[in-house]
């Protein structure tokens, strides 16, 4: 299991909850966000994960990706895998042909990719930066901070794009001196899902050990 820390980490910060509206601008912007990405069946996309810690001299990138129908997702990143179908989650990891079985909890969605656009509703209070320009296209950059001192994160930072209110990138930072940046590479909406795409096939998997912990 500890090798699928840095996929859980990923989930974690799709989960990351945000506060009562505390500034309009920002709430405004991220209700666009919210109402986009609710409004699909189904959204794939290809992100790049860094960590950063800049005391201690790392630096290091993943790629990855994640597709989300509602409640459930699959998200694959650095020969892991995560399915997720609302009620059970399996987690795969590749160098041990190993998959480990939970129970989804859906009150404790803090690895929960599936909450990414509704993550301002609670617990964090959000703020509006400021407009930048990025590839030559403008950037809304809002963040996010934890009402709970208790938060080992401190701060959000949320890059939306002015266009069309789709999320650009996400960076976590961290007490530790850690920074998680994710950004969205490639998206497509409402890609082709069915009862099989959100469930693990065993067969599919040769030789592959069972761990169930539920």
Do not use: C, H
């Amino acid at each position: 299991m500890k090798k699928s820390l840095s996929l859980l980490l990923f989930a974690a910060t799709l989960a990351l909850p945000a506060a009562a509206q505390q500034d309009p601008k920002a709430g405004k912007i991220l209700d666009q966000m919210s109402a986009k990405y609710q409004s699909l069946k189904a959204f794939q996309a290809n992100f790049t994960q860094t960590l950063e810690n800049p005391s201690a001299k790392v630096k290091q990138n993943i790629n990855g990706d994640i597709l989300v129908s509602g409640q459930k997702f699959r998200l694959k990143i650095s020969g892991q895998e995560v399915i997720n179908d609302g009620k059970t989650t399996w987690t795969y990891l590749k160098n041990e042909n190993e998959v480990n079985i939970s129970d989804s909890d859906p009150e404790a969605q803090d690895m929960s990719p599936s909450q990414i656009y509704t993550m301002y509703k609670k617990g964090y209070k959000y703020t509006y930066v400021q407009q930048v320009q990025e590839a030559g296209e403008a950037i809304d950059v809002i963040e996010l901070s934890p009402e709970s001192r208790q938060n080992d994160v401190f701060k959000v930072r949320l890059k939306v794009r002015k266009k069309d209110a789709s999320v650009k990138s996400w960076q976590m930072f961290k007490k530790n001196g850690n920074q998680y940046t994710f950004a969205i590479k490639k998206f497509q909406p409402n890609p082709t899902v069915d009862a099989s795409t959100f469930a693990f096939d065993k067969a599919k998997y040769k030789g592959v050990k069972v761990v169930d912990l539920r």
